[in-house]
């Protein structure tokens, strides 16, 4: 079982000193392990949404071929 979820602001409003448009932050679960990514992209919102999108993925199988 493999669990996603994102949050963080993708643009084009949002954002502040502290956390900036294009920070994301990723959870993810697998069987009985999570973590938590914090990314700063940059972009336009979907190219931000794209970079998160695809860093969540290659987290997973990272993961997965260390085990």
């Known amino acids: 079982d493999i669990t996603i979820a994102s949050t963080g602001y993708a643009g084009p409003e949002g954002g502040d000193d502290t956390h900036p448009v294009g920070t994301i932050y990723l959870g993810i679960a697998v069987e009985n392990h999570s ?33």
């Open 35 to 67: 973590f938590v990514i914090h990314k700063v992209f940059t972009g336009t919102r979907n190219q931000i949404r794209l970079q998160a999108s695809a860093h969540a993925l290659l987290s997973v199988i990272h993961y997965l071929r260390k085990r």
